[in-house]
């Protein structure tokens, strides 16, 4: 009986047991958001895709996006996402000014190691990447060179 406990216990634990994994960690990127805008002076929003230099002289893509309304307020969620791996520009159709956002810089968060058991095909694990500075229309928000602070949101004020 008690060599039976014993293996049932070597068992659990072994079943249980944890070890250590590491995930790849998801790419980070600005969401925008337009605040003080309706919905008919955001949609269809107009995104410009240039080489990232912060000179905006090589235009390598434009793509026509939507907007969505954020609950009952007046923000719009632009549903577009800036990678760091280009400058952007940003044109309202119902408005003549063109929003720039550049120099989005990524976080050093490229791995995680998580513990798991043996049974971990239950629960799914992530990580993702933070950008920690972007500059929009000039104005820096962030640190380039300090990889704390989250700043995954623009906001577009109006």
Same mark, same amino acid.
């Given at each position: 009986?008690?060599?039976?406990?014993?293996?049932?216990?070597?068992?659990?634990?072994?079943?249980?047991?944890?070890?250590?994994?590491?995930?790849?960690?998801?790419?980070?990127?600005?969401e925008v958001y337009f605040v003080g805008y309706t919905y008919e002076e955001a949609k269809n929003t107009t995104l410009f895709v240039y080489k990232k230099d912060n000179l905006f002289d090589s235009l390598i893509d434009s793509v026509?996006?939507?907007?969505?309304?954020?609950?009952?307020?007046?923000?719009?969620?632009?549903?577009?996402?800036?990678?760091? +791996?280009?400058?952007? &520009?940003?044109?309202?159709?119902?408005? =003549?000014?063109? *929003? @720039?956002?550049? #120099?989005?810089?990524? /976080?050093?968060?490229?791995?995680?190691?998580?513990?798991?058991?043996?049974? +971990?095909?239950?629960? &799914?694990?992530?990580?993702?990447?933070? =950008?920690?500075? *972007? @500059?929009?229309? #000039?104005?820096?928000? /962030?640190?380039?060179?300090?990889?704390?602070?989250?700043?995954?949101?623009?906001?577009?004020?109006?």
């Amino acid at each position: 009986m008690k060599a039976l406990y014993a293996l049932s216990t070597i068992l659990v634990f072994s079943l249980f047991s944890c070890r250590t994994q590491t995930l790849q960690c998801g790419a980070a990127g600005v969401e925008v958001y337009f605040v003080g805008y309706t919905y008919e002076e955001a949609k269809n929003t107009t995104l410009f895709v240039y080489k990232k230099d912060n000179l905006f002289d090589s235009l390598i893509d434009s793509v026509s996006t939507y907007c969505q309304q954020v609950g009952t307020s007046d923000t719009m969620q632009f549903l577009g996402h800036l990678d760091d +791996d280009h400058d952007y &520009k940003i044109k309202l159709p119902a408005s =003549t000014t063109v *929003y @720039t956002i550049s #120099g989005i810089t990524l /976080g050093n968060h490229y791995t995680e190691k998580i513990q798991t058991g043996l049974v +971990d095909d239950l629960v &799914k694990y992530g990580c993702s990447n933070n =950008t920690v500075s *972007y @500059t929009l229309n #000039g104005q820096q928000f /962030g640190d380039p060179n300090v990889m704390s602070g989250v700043y995954n949101v623009a906001y577009i004020q109006k």
